[in-house]
């Protein structure tokens, strides 16, 4: 199999990350209960990874870090935790149903709701996203790059906006945490929201989020934390505050080697293969006749993925002949991104979406630049 279904989960993960959770599997008991050895271990494994989680986004402490199993649990905490009847939110057409979905409960729950629109390209007007705020406005939730057509949102831009309308910035970084360079502090993100399962290269059911100090989230879960047990009430200080019941700590491990691996062998080296790889296939397909690519090409940064149709054929029938004629597993239909697929016309036909690792090769892209042509 030729894996190019990276924006989904990255498959291919680093021998390291496999050798640590088989050591924790062995060695690990459960972080803050008890004095054991087992239990220590895993407290000392799982602040470890909270120190290397803080480095690499630049939080201001360990603590700021919390846990989770993946994005949409990131996101249902923070857009649940923030936001409560009379306020308003701007969010975009970009993003995935894991903001989509909680902001639309939200929603039913008296908050206020504006989603910004797109180009044809896919993408955003920031004087559009400035002028959208209302008195009332509480935050702006956004993605970082669509998984749809790879662009990106200048965080830095939608930052300033936010401190200057002096309200929260909450990021959705599911395709570029691993990726690009993410500085909270420079940024200006209040709330980072992100997944270890994909460009950070851990293990699936890890995840987590950054949340600014002074800002404060409701708990979506309470129960189980190691300590203040007689206390009525779930402890309010971060990261506890927002971890509930045992961590996944195996996970975790693995996730702490894949932070490892990334620093080690450098995100900006691992990015430019991924960025040069998707260039080879979009230079290859994009002149094939009755090939039409989405999103904007001319942009230096952007996700390494390709989004395409071909022809009036549905995405899933291409995305099948893919796989079981050439063993190319890409991802087709609407990639739970109902409003970007609105904004680009897909509805009834979905796309085919390429999205590329440092793993795969230049190899890999012609074959299958020359499936598609055969196609």
């Not at 491990?253 to 080879?280: F, P, Q, S, W």
Request: glycine letters at 10%; a negative charge; proline letters at 3%.
């Amino acid at each position: 199999m030729i894996y190019m279904d990276n924006a989904a989960t990255t498959l291919q993960k680093p021998e390291e990350v496999k050798q640590a959770i088989l050591y924790a599997l062995e060695h690990m008991g459960n972080a803050g209960r008890g004095g054991t050895e087992a239990a220590l271990d895993a407290s000392r494994s799982i602040y470890a990874v909270r120190e290397k989680l803080a480095d690499f986004f630049n939080a201001e402490s360990p603590t700021r870090i919390a846990f989770t199993a993946n994005s949409t649990e990131s996101l249902n905490i923070a857009l649940k935790g923030l936001f409560q009847q009379g306020d308003h939110v701007i969010t975009t057409v970009l993003e995935h149903n894991s903001v989509l979905r909680p902001l639309y409960w939200c929603q039913e729950q008296g908050v206020e709701l504006t989603i910004l629109n797109c180009d044809e390209k896919g993408n955003l007007s920031y004087e559009e996203m400035e002028n959208a705020v209302r008195e009332n406005t509480k935050a702006i939730v956004c993605t970082h790059a669509s998984n749809l057509t790879g662009n990106m949102i200048n965080l830095k831009r939608v930052g300033q906006i936010a401190s200057k309308k002096h309200i929260l910035f909450v990021v959705d970084a599911s395709q570029t945490a691993g990726v690009y360079p993410i500085d909270v502090q420079e940024l200006g993100v209040d709330v980072l929201c992100f997944t270890g399962h994909k460009g950070l290269l851990g293990p699936q059911g890890t995840g987590g989020l950054y949340v600014r100090e002074g800002v404060e989230i409701r708990p979506l879960l309470c129960g189980g934390s190691g300590v203040d047990t007689y206390n009525m009430h779930h402890p309010s200080q971060m990261p506890t505050a927002l971890e509930a019941g045992t961590l996944n700590g195996h996970g975790i491990a693995g996730l702490g080697a894949a932070i490892d691996y990334l620093n080690r062998t450098g995100i900006d080296v691992i990015r430019e293969k991924e960025l040069h790889l998707m260039r080879r296939f979009y230079d290859g397909i994009s002149q094939i006749p009755d090939v039409k690519v989405y999103g904007d090409f001319t942009a230096e940064e952007r996700a390494p993925i390709v989004t395409f149709n071909l022809g009036d054929y549905d995405s899933s029938e291409v995305s099948d002949e893919l796989n079981e004629v050439y063993g190319i597993a890409t991802r087709p239909g609407a990639h739970c991104a109902p409003l970007m697929h609105k904004a680009l016309g897909t509805v009834e036909q979905g796309a085919v979406r390429f999205s590329f690792s440092h793993y795969n090769t230049e190899e890999e892209v012609d074959f299958a630049i020359r499936a598609i042509k055969e196609l």
